[in-house]
C-alpha cells in the first residue's frame, strides 16, 4: 500500500530584482514532480547537486514550503495541513541528516539527545521513556554506558547511530534520509548502510532516501529516481534501473560512477563523459532540460518537454534505450 | 631508479597527548610517467606524505623525525626553503579536494596561473597571460579567454578543479600530487576530471600520485597501489594485484564494502573504527578491527614484506589469512 503519494510537487524561489521594478525571476527548483513510496519500502531520489533531489524531499515533509502540489501521506493531504496538526504528524516522519557533526546538539548527553523526541510528544511513562531509549541504543549498536556521553566524544559513523536513534524514538513510518553516508569513511558507510537495510527490514520502515551515489542507493532502494533540473527522468524498481537504465542521463550518471571493473591495465576508456554543466533553473529551456548536453538531442528534444511515461520502469525520454 | 622515493618517512606531531607518529616508516616509490594510487580511511596519513613530499608540514607541531624524500635522487628533507621553493610548482605540483579554497578568491583565474608561469619562467606579463589562456582551453575550459578574466567564485567546482590542474601542468612538472581531487564534486563531473588528469599525463608525461579513498578510482586510475593503515604502508603492488588478489584483511574489507552499482545486497563491514594514533599498542594497528587476528598479532607490529605485491600481515606472510 502506498504510505506516500506526492502529485505534481513545485517548489519556487524567488530571486533578487535585475534592477528595481523589475518583474522578480523566479528560479523553479521542483518542476512537478510525482512519486509513490509504499509502506516499509526506501524510494531512492539521485541526481547531481543542484538537481532539486533534497528540495523535492523537504517539500514533501513542509520542511520547505511548496509553491503548489500535493502530497497525501495515508490519505492525508499534508500541504492543507494546518501547524498543530501537522505537528502530530511529525511522528510518522523523521529524519536524518548527512553531517552527523552539526546535526546533534553539541551541549547535550547523547541519552537526552534519543529522549527528547519522545519528551516532546509526551510518549509514554518517564520509565517507559527511559527504557525505550536504551532499548533503540541497543537497536542502533551503541552501548547503554554512553548514553551520559556528549556528541564529541564519539566518531562519526557513531555520531549517525545516534542520529538514527533519535530518528526512530517516536516511532516514525517513514524516514527520510538525506546522504546519510556521504560525510563518512568508506569503512563506516557500510556499516551505517547496513545498519539502515537492517532496520528497514525489522521495523518495516520506509525511507526516502536521497544520494548522490548511485552504488549506495542500488544497496538500500527498492526503486529509484533520477532527478535532473528539478524533474524525474526515470523511475523504476532498482534492478531495472541498473541492468536497462532508459534515459541517456541515467546512462551517463552509471558511466561514471568509478567500478572496480574498469581497469587502466586493460585499457579502460570511458564511453560517454558527459560535456559541460547542466541548465540554469532560472532559465530552464523549452524542451527537455538535458538536450544540451545529451549525445542523442534531436530538434525535438530541444522545443517539446517529454513525459515520464510507462508503467513500472518509467522515463521521460523521446528517444529512449 | 624511481623519480620520486620515499624511503622510512618517520613524521611526529606533537599534541596534547605528547608526540604522535603520523607516520611510521612510509616508504614509496613513484617512476615516471605512472599513477601511483594512495588509498586509505581518514587519519591513516595520506594527506601527511603529500605534504612531507611538497616540504609542507608546519614545524612546529610536525616534524620529519626520519627517512628521505629523493626527487630523482635529491634529498628534499634536507633541501633549503629556497631550494623547496623552485621544486614546488616547477617539479611537483599539486591538486586539493577542495578547489575554492585552494584559489585566490581576489584574483582572476588567468592572473593565478600567469603568477605561477612567471614565478618559474622568464617571460613576459603578456606572454604569461597568452600561456594561461592556452592552459584554460588545454584543460577543456569553453572561452578560455573570456573565463581567464573571471574569478573563482564565478566558476562551477568542476571548472575550479581545471583551473587548479591547469595552473599545475602550467609549468610542466614531473610530479603531479591529487590530494582527493573529485571528493567535493559531482560524479559526472568527477569522471571528466579523471579523463582530464590521464590526457595530461598522456601529452605531458607526468607522474601522478593520487590520494583517495575510493577503490573504484583506483580500479580506473592506477597503476600500482599502496594501502595505508594508521601511518604505515601495509599493502602495495600493481593495482591488478592489490584489487584482485589483496592479501591485508584490511585491503580486502576496503574492497569488500564499497557500496557498488555492479550489484546489490548486503555490504562487507570493517568493525571498529581507526584507532587514535597516540593509542597504538606495540601490536598491528589493525589487529582490534581484523577477523583474523592471533595472539602474535597484538606483541609485534608486522613488517611490509614480499616484493612486488608486498604486505604488512602475520597471516598473509605465514600463510593463515
Same mark, same amino acid.
Given at each position: 500500500?502506498? &504510505?506516500?503519494?506526492?502529485?505534481? @510537487?513545485?517548489?519556487?524561489?524567488?530571486?533578487?530584482?535585475?534592477?528595481?521594478?523589475?518583474?522578480?525571476?523566479?528560479?523553479?527548483?521542483?518542476?512537478?514532480?510525482?512519486?509513490?513510496?509504499?509502506?516499509?519500502?526506501?524510494?531512492?531520489?539521485?541526481?547531481?547537486?543542484?538537481?532539486?533531489?533534497?528540495?523535492?524531499?523537504?517539500?514533501?515533509?513542509?520542511?520547505?514550503?511548496?509553491?503548489?502540489?500535493?502530497?497525501?501521506?495515508?490519505?492525508?493531504?499534508?500541504?492543507?495541513?494546518?501547524?498543530?496538526?501537522?505537528?502530530?504528524?511529525?511522528?510518522?516522519?523523521?529524519?536524518?541528516?548527512?553531517?552527523?557533526?552539526?546535526? &546533534?546538539?553539541?551541549?547535550?548527553?547523547?541519552?537526552?539527545?534519543?529522549?527528547?523526541?519522545?519528551?516532546?510528544?509526551?510518549?509514554?511513562?518517564?520509565?517507559?521513556?527511559?527504557?525505550?531509549?536504551?532499548? @533503540?541504543?541497543?537497536?542502533?549498536?551503541?552501548?547503554?554506558?554512553?548514553?551520559?556521553?556528549?556528541?564529541?566524544?564519539?566518531?562519526?559513523?557513531?555520531?549517525?547511530?545516534?542520529?538514527? =536513534?533519535?530518528?526512530?524514538?517516536?516511532?516514525?513510518? &517513514?524516514?527520510?534520509?538525506?546522504?546519510?553516508?556521504?560525510? @563518512?569513511?568508506?569503512?563506516?558507510?557500510?556499516?551505517?548502510?547496513?545498519?539502515?537495510?537492517?532496520?528497514? =527490514?525489522?521495523?518495516?520502515?520506509?525511507?526516502?532516501?536521497?544520494?548522490?551515489?548511485?552504488?549506495?542507493?542500488?544497496?538500500?532502494?527498492?526503486?529509484?529516481?533520477?532527478?535532473?533540473?528539478?524533474?524525474?527522468?526515470?523511475?523504476?524498481?532498482?534492478?531495472?534501473?541498473?541492468?536497462?537504465?532508459?534515459?541517456?542521463?541515467?546512462?551517463?550518471?552509471?558511466?561514471?560512477?568509478?567500478?572496480?571493473?574498469?581497469?587502466?591495465?586493460?585499457?579502460?576508456?570511458?564511453?560517454?563523459?558527459?560535456?559541460?554543466?547542466?541548465?540554469?533553473?532560472?532559465?530552464?529551456?523549452?524542451?527537455?532540460?538535458?538536450?544540451?548536453?545529451?549525445?542523442?538531442?534531436?530538434?525535438?528534444?530541444?522545443?517539446?518537454?517529454?513525459? &515520464?511515461?510507462?508503467?513500472?520502469?518509467?522515463?521521460?525520454?523521446?528517444?529512449?534505450? | 631508479?624511481?623519480?620520486?622515493?620515499?624511503?622510512?618517512?618517520?613524521?611526529?606531531?606533537?599534541?596534547?597527548?605528547?608526540?604522535?607518529?603520523?607516520?611510521?616508516?612510509?616508504?614509496?616509490?613513484?617512476?615516471?610517467?605512472?599513477?601511483?594510487?594512495?588509498?586509505?580511511?581518514?587519519?591513516?596519513?595520506?594527506?601527511?606524505? $603529500?605534504?612531507?613530499?611538497?616540504?609542507?608540514?608546519?614545524?612546529?607541531?610536525?616534524?620529519?623525525?626520519?627517512?628521505?624524500?629523493?626527487?630523482?635522487?635529491?634529498?628534499?628533507?634536507?633541501?633549503?626553503?629556497?631550494?623547496?621553493?623552485?621544486?614546488?610548482?616547477?617539479?611537483?605540483?599539486?591538486?586539493?579536494?577542495?578547489?575554492?579554497?585552494?584559489?585566490?578568491?581576489?584574483?582572476?583565474?588567468?592572473?593565478?596561473?600567469?603568477?605561477?608561469?612567471?614565478?618559474?619562467?622568464?617571460?613576459?606579463?603578456?606572454?604569461?597571460?597568452?600561456?594561461?589562456?592556452?592552459?584554460?582551453?588545454?584543460?577543456?575550459?569553453?572561452?578560455?579567454?573570456?573565463? $581567464?578574466?573571471?574569478?573563482?567564485?564565478?566558476?562551477?567546482?568542476?571548472?575550479?578543479?581545471?583551473?587548479?590542474?591547469?595552473?599545475?601542468?602550467?609549468?610542466?612538472?614531473?610530479?603531479?600530487?591529487?590530494?582527493?581531487?573529485?571528493? $567535493?564534486?559531482?560524479?559526472?563531473?568527477?569522471?571528466?576530471?579523471?579523463?582530464?588528469?590521464?590526457?595530461?599525463?598522456?601529452?605531458?608525461?607526468? $607522474?601522478?600520485?593520487?590520494?583517495?579513498?575510493?577503490?573504484?578510482?583506483?580500479?580506473?586510475?592506477?597503476?600500482?597501489?599502496?594501502?595505508?593503515?594508521?601511518?604505515?604502508?601495509?599493502?602495495?603492488?600493481?593495482?591488478?594485484?592489490?584489487?584482485?588478489?589483496?592479501?591485508?584483511?584490511?585491503?580486502?574489507?576496503?574492497?569488500?564494502?564499497?557500496?557498488?552499482?555492479?550489484?546489490?545486497?548486503?555490504?562487507?563491514?570493517?568493525?571498529?573504527?581507526?584507532?587514535?594514533?597516540?593509542?597504538?599498542?606495540?601490536?598491528?594497528?589493525?589487529?582490534?578491527?581484523?577477523?583474523?587476528?592471533?595472539?602474535?598479532?597484538?606483541?609485534?607490529?608486522?613488517?611490509?614484506?614480499?616484493?612486488?605485491?608486498?604486505?604488512?600481515?602475520?597471516?598473509?606472510?605465514?600463510?593463515?589469512?
Amino acid at each position: 500500500m502506498s &504510505l506516500m503519494q506526492v502529485r505534481d @510537487l513545485r517548489v519556487e524561489f524567488p530571486l533578487p530584482r535585475p534592477r528595481p521594478f523589475a518583474p522578480r525571476p523566479v528560479l523553479q527548483a521542483v518542476r512537478g514532480v510525482s512519486f509513490d513510496v509504499a509502506e516499509g519500502r526506501a524510494l531512492g531520489i539521485v541526481g547531481e547537486s543542484g538537481s532539486g533531489k533534497t528540495t523535492t524531499a523537504m517539500a514533501a515533509i513542509r520542511l520547505q514550503e511548496a509553491a503548489s502540489g500535493q502530497v497525501l501521506f495515508e490519505g492525508t493531504d499534508l500541504l492543507g495541513l494546518d501547524a498543530a496538526q501537522m505537528r502530530a504528524r511529525r511522528r510518522d516522519i523523521q529524519l536524518i541528516f548527512q553531517d552527523p557533526y552539526s546535526s &546533534l546538539n553539541p551541549r547535550a548527553r547523547v541519552g537526552d539527545i534519543v529522549r527528547e523526541p519522545l519528551d516532546l510528544l509526551g510518549v509514554g511513562s518517564v520509565s517507559e521513556r527511559g527504557a525505550r531509549v536504551r532499548d @533503540l541504543f541497543a537497536k542502533v549498536g551503541l552501548r547503554e554506558d554512553q548514553m551520559a556521553l556528549f556528541p564529541h566524544q564519539f566518531s562519526g559513523g557513531q555520531r549517525q547511530r545516534i542520529s538514527i =536513534a533519535r530518528a526512530l524514538a517516536p516511532g516514525p513510518k &517513514l524516514l527520510v534520509c538525506d546522504e546519510p553516508v556521504s560525510a @563518512l569513511d568508506v569503512a563506516i558507510q557500510a556499516q551505517i548502510l547496513n545498519l539502515l537495510a537492517r532496520l528497514k =527490514a525489522e521495523l518495516g520502515l520506509a525511507y526516502l532516501f536521497i544520494s548522490h551515489d548511485l552504488g549506495v542507493v542500488r544497496h538500500v532502494c527498492d526503486e529509484v529516481a533520477v532527478m535532473y533540473l528539478g524533474q524525474i527522468v526515470e523511475r523504476a524498481p532498482v534492478g531495472d534501473l541498473f541492468a536497462r537504465a532508459q534515459h541517456p542521463y541515467t546512462q551517463a550518471l552509471l558511466a561514471a560512477a568509478p567500478s572496480l571493473g574498469r581497469r587502466r591495465s586493460r585499457g579502460f576508456k570511458r564511453p560517454l563523459s558527459l560535456r559541460g554543466d547542466p541548465a540554469s533553473p532560472s532559465a530552464p529551456p523549452p524542451g527537455c532540460a538535458f538536450a544540451a548536453r545529451c549525445p542523442k538531442a534531436a530538434a525535438v528534444c530541444r522545443d517539446v518537454p517529454p513525459a &515520464l511515461d510507462g508503467a513500472g520502469h518509467q522515463v521521460a525520454c523521446h528517444f529512449p534505450g | 631508479m624511481s623519480l620520486l622515493q620515499i624511503d622510512q618517512l618517520r613524521v611526529t606531531f606533537q599534541t596534547r597527548h605528547g608526540a604522535v607518529t603520523a607516520l611510521d616508516g612510509v616508504s614509496l616509490s613513484l617512476n615516471a610517467g605512472e599513477t601511483l594510487a594512495v588509498v586509505g580511511e581518514s587519519g591513516c596519513g595520506k594527506s601527511i606524505t $603529500a605534504l612531507s613530499v611538497m616540504g609542507l608540514i608546519s614545524s612546529p607541531p610536525g616534524r620529519i623525525a626520519g627517512g628521505a624524500v629523493r626527487l630523482a635522487g635529491e634529498d628534499l628533507t634536507h633541501a633549503s626553503e629556497a631550494r623547496l621553493r623552485a621544486v614546488r610548482g616547477a617539479e611537483v605540483a599539486m591538486i586539493f579536494q577542495e578547489p575554492m579554497t585552494s584559489l585566490n578568491p581576489v584574483l582572476t583565474v588567468g592572473d593565478q596561473i600567469a603568477e605561477a608561469i612567471l614565478l618559474h619562467q622568464d617571460m613576459t606579463r603578456s606572454e604569461a597571460w597568452t600561456q594561461a589562456v592556452a592552459l584554460l582551453d588545454r584543460v577543456g575550459i569553453p572561452s578560455a579567454a573570456a573565463r $581567464a578574466k573571471d574569478y573563482p567564485h564565478q566558476l562551477s567546482g568542476g571548472m575550479r578543479q581545471r583551473v587548479m590542474i591547469a595552473m599545475a601542468v602550467s609549468c610542466r612538472p614531473k610530479v603531479l600530487i591529487a590530494d582527493e581531487p573529485t571528493t $567535493a564534486l559531482d560524479v559526472t563531473v568527477q569522471a571528466q576530471i579523471f579523463d582530464l588528469l590521464n590526457e595530461m599525463q598522456r601529452d605531458f608525461g607526468v $607522474a601522478i600520485m593520487l590520494i583517495t579513498h575510493d577503490m573504484g578510482a583506483v580500479s580506473e586510475m592506477a597503476d600500482r597501489v599502496a594501502v595505508m593503515y594508521a601511518g604505515r604502508v601495509i599493502e602495495s603492488g600493481a593495482a591488478d594485484d592489490v584489487l584482485d588478489a589483496a592479501r591485508h584483511p584490511y585491503t580486502r574489507g576496503l574492497i569488500g564494502c564499497i557500496p557498488s552499482v555492479d550489484h546489490g545486497g548486503a555490504l562487507a563491514e570493517i568493525p571498529g573504527v581507526v584507532p587514535p594514533l597516540h593509542l597504538l599498542g606495540a601490536g598491528c594497528a589493525f589487529a582490534e578491527r581484523c577477523a583474523h587476528v592471533r595472539e602474535g598479532c597484538r606483541l609485534a607490529r608486522p613488517e611490509l614484506q614480499g616484493g612486488a605485491h608486498s604486505v604488512a600481515c602475520f597471516g598473509a606472510q605465514e600463510g593463515w589469512v
